[in-house]
């Protein structure tokens, strides 16, 4: 498994408490690992409640009609590199 980067914890911190995983905790989210239909069962409900404490934490909106949407929520590393490209302060 891939070490997190500093960021990546924060963001797999905030999606471990958002969706009350209380098997995961966040040191054991893989950043490279696919988010969806892989080992944390999460589904398209998960993608929302995960974009609304993005919107919440970080101050933009991750809109459900993104064409790249598949590309952002595909690891943690990928939905982490998004966040730091959009966050407001």
């Known amino acids: 498994m891939a070490e997190q ?3 990546q914890h924060e963001l797999a911190t905030l999606v471990v ?3 009350n995983l ?3 905790t ?3 989210i893989d ?6 239909g892989g080992d ?3 589904d398209s409900i998960d993608a929302l ?7 919440k934490r970080y101050g933009f ?4 009609d993104n064409p790249d949407n598949r590309q952002i929520f595909t690891s943690l590393r990928t939905l982490s590199a998004h966040v730091e490209q959009s966050r407001v302060g």
Do not use: N, Y
């Open 17 to 19: 408490t958002c969706l």
């Open 5 to 7: 980067t500093a960021a």
């Open 31 to 36: 950043p490279d690992a696919p988010l969806f």
């Open 40 to 42: 944390l069962g999460l």
């Open 61 to 64: 909106q991750l809109r459900s």
């Open 26 to 28: 966040p040191e054991q």
């Open 49 to 55: 409640e995960i974009a609304l404490a993005v919107s």
């Open 22 to 24: 209380e098997t995961v």
